[in-house]
């Protein structure tokens, strides 16, 4: 599921702890995030927002390579119909 989270954070050191919680959801915005923009035909995806104020966004020419990090991920995390669903998604972008 896609869905925009928001990570509210003061310090680095709390920037570096939402990350960690939000580490799943990050990854599943990658690869939802960017085939429901390749689907609408838009240029970026966004990722997170951060302090309600910024977001964290992929632009088109980066999909494949963060697509490829997330399948890392979903390998490691032994998610293996998640990773069908990433590499789905590179063949269809390549």
Not at 5 to 10: Q, R, S, Y
Not at 70 to 81: A, P, Q, R, V
Request: glycine share 2%; aromatic share 12%.
């Amino acid at each position: 599921m896609y869905k925009v989270i928001n990570m509210t954070f003061e310090t680095d050191e709390e920037l570096q702890q939402q990350l960690a919680e939000h580490t799943d959801a990050i990854h599943n915005n990658m690869l939802y995030g960017i085939d429901k923009s390749f689907n609408e035909d838009d240029d970026i995806t966004i990722i997170a927002w951060l302090n309600h104020e910024y977001t964290v966004s992929i632009p088109k020419d980066q999909w494949i390579e963060s697509l490829e990090f997330t399948l890392k991920y979903f390998i490691t995390k032994e998610e293996y119909e998640k990773c069908s669903e990433v590499k789905q998604l590179i063949d269809k972008l390549s």
